[in-house]
């Protein structure tokens, strides 16, 4: 059999220590603590309601008789029994956490048969005595019977905040009962001492309905003081909790503050220094004995100190919130350290003086090194605007001669030459384009290198620009015995939007590539169109030949600069090494991307891949350009001034006009064009930008200033890069053309601006 042990203790110190106040409270006045409860006290009273029972069996067996006796003992003992060993099971189910819902309601039945037991025995005198023939109990008076049951409904009253319906069912039968003792002999309803017990009957219910409801708010009473106490002892134990681990968190703190690599100071209301731990020894030089009462900036500021740095230290303590600034100390050896500070205010108890931490990085180490990359920096930016001055010099100075050697190789080109004299300017033309376009291609990496290279696009014939540029290159194949095949997609588009110029710089480069390493065979272009994501076409160009391939360990490599297969094909096919490189780099930059497959003695194939945009125009897109002839033809009339410093360039500018009508003049410099402009008024200037005396730039500055018809200027220059452009377009010129220059495209640029000056005159 289970073993309750004490029923006053039903948890432990350790479990109920887990739980606080309120908690506790909360388990104690719930409805199944307080049904706990009314089932402890059950079973720990069983013995003295016992005794009182064999005390009230004895009285009877003694007054009245020892069968009355025995009956009211049997009677009341028995439901006794059997309300406590109910009491018993249901407490064993209440701990081991059973629904007390069912528990509560048969509880309630067997108070209910406990109250009719007691309300039997105590009215035993009246039922044994008739029952079992005794005449005894004839004359007894109903005090006993009543005063039993009083007792009974005083003990029924106090566990009615524990178990009410219990309570309630037991108060009703000792309620009813008195009445049923006065009625159940023969009764005169009109004696006067039936009416007085009577009414002493109903008094002494009313009585007991007071106690009732004086026991009830006592025990509310209790409550509510007892709520009020939990509440401050779980407030005082929150409390001490808190201060517990504030302590805890100090102790803490403190550890990692001794302990930490950053130095910590605690600093007073008036900038005293209080404490400090090792690390600002380490990091300062200073013991805290030397530091403590005095100022940190006495100690570590020096005449290199930012003084706006200690104001900014000195507003942010004024202003009593945290701040962070970097500050220029000095180690007490004599050496610079830069310390970050993170000043953080503390406010004293009771809002007294404020104090603050300072937690302080030496970040010496850092500033050398931001310090060191700046100057790298700097000595970088030197070094490409050296290169850059560089390139645009040597641009420029062979530009210069090398337009004089083109031009003059063009016009001897078209005199009566014999065999050996053609071969000897075709050489030299070849070889003066040679050199240009490696001239070229040095210039675009490097814009590509500092990223300014531009992208231009505008609508073009996609047609024409393949056309125009396998019609330059199929001649080479031609001269090796090699075929150019071009194989279009039959929905192929023909205008596009884009920048044809870059398109036609990489096609050169990869066909021209092609061509040179293929010694037999043929060489073929395949270009395919497909829709793209963003509306427009998506180009696919293929230069695929019979060439002699390239090795699969070489293939990631040979898209870098001055890259080829191996030296041997540098010295057999020449060739500086740049155009793939370039070629890559424009693809890119064009939202593209070139790809190699290739095959040792199979040949190579390059696919590149761009966007393009569809063009608005349509067919009238493009209008044919005019035959040189009739360019010729459109010039009559047309008063053309030449600034131009250099002798070479004027005699081959006018030779490559003398077949013309225009009116020619020539300044030497800027200073001349501007005074020539003002006297002649000129309908075209083609303006050289490097002059003595004053440049392009100026002279075009000062002319854009007259209220007079204005010219159409047009560089002619040997600066090459896209800022000369710029600014070029910036001062007021119309056009941007570099040298050298050939007789076509100076007639074409005339042409073109001629047309726009006759369109102005009319219109």
Known sequence: MTTLGKPGRDKSGEEKSKRGPLAQHHDRYSRDGLFQRYLRGQISFVWPRVGFLLMVGLVLWVVASPLTGVMTLLVTCSAEAINWLYMRHAYRLVKAGADTKPLRQI??????????????????????????????????????????LASAAINAGLTYPFHRPAAIARLIVFAIAPFLVLVSGPTDYHDMAFQLQLAGALILCGSLTWHLIFVVRSFERKRSGMLTQALQQQELEGAYQRLLDQQVEAKRLALVARHANDSVLLIDGKNRVQWVNEAF????????????????????????????????IKAGRRARQPFRVEILNRHKDGRDIWLETNQVPILGSQGGEMSYVAIERDITVAKQNAQQLEEARQAAEKGGRAKADFLATMSHEIRTPMNGVIGMAQLLEETKLDGDQKLYTSTILSSAKTLLALINDILDLSKLDEGQITINPCDFDLHQCIDETTRLLRTQAEIKGLTLDVERDVDLPRYLLGDDHRLRQILNNLVGNAVKFTEKGRVKITVESEPAKAGGAMLTFAVSDTGIGIPKDMLTGIFERFSQADAAISRRFGGSGLGLAISRRLAEAMGGRITVTSEIGSGSCFT??????LAKAGEALLAPAPAVEDHEGMLPGLKVLVAEDNRVNRLLIRKFLKDTAVELDFAHDGAEAVDKTKLWGPDIILMDVSMPVMDGLEATHIIRSWEQDQPQIIALTANAFDTDREACLAAGMNEFVTKPISRKRLLEVLTAFADQRRMQMTG
């Open 107 to 148: 509880s309630t039945l067997t108070a209910l048969v406990h109250g009719v037991s007691l309300a039997l025995g105590a009215a035993s005198p009246y039922w044994a005595e008739p029952l079992f023939g005794d005449a005894g109990a004839i004359e007894v008076t109903p005090i006993f019977t009543i005063g039993l």
């Open 281 to 312: 020894t380490r990091i300062t030089g200073y013991r805290f004995d030397e530091i403590l009462g005095r100022e940190a900036g006495e100690l570590l500021n020096h005449p290199g100190t930012s003084q706006e740095t200690v104001r900014k």
């Open 608 to 613: 590149l891949r761009l966007p393009f945009g």
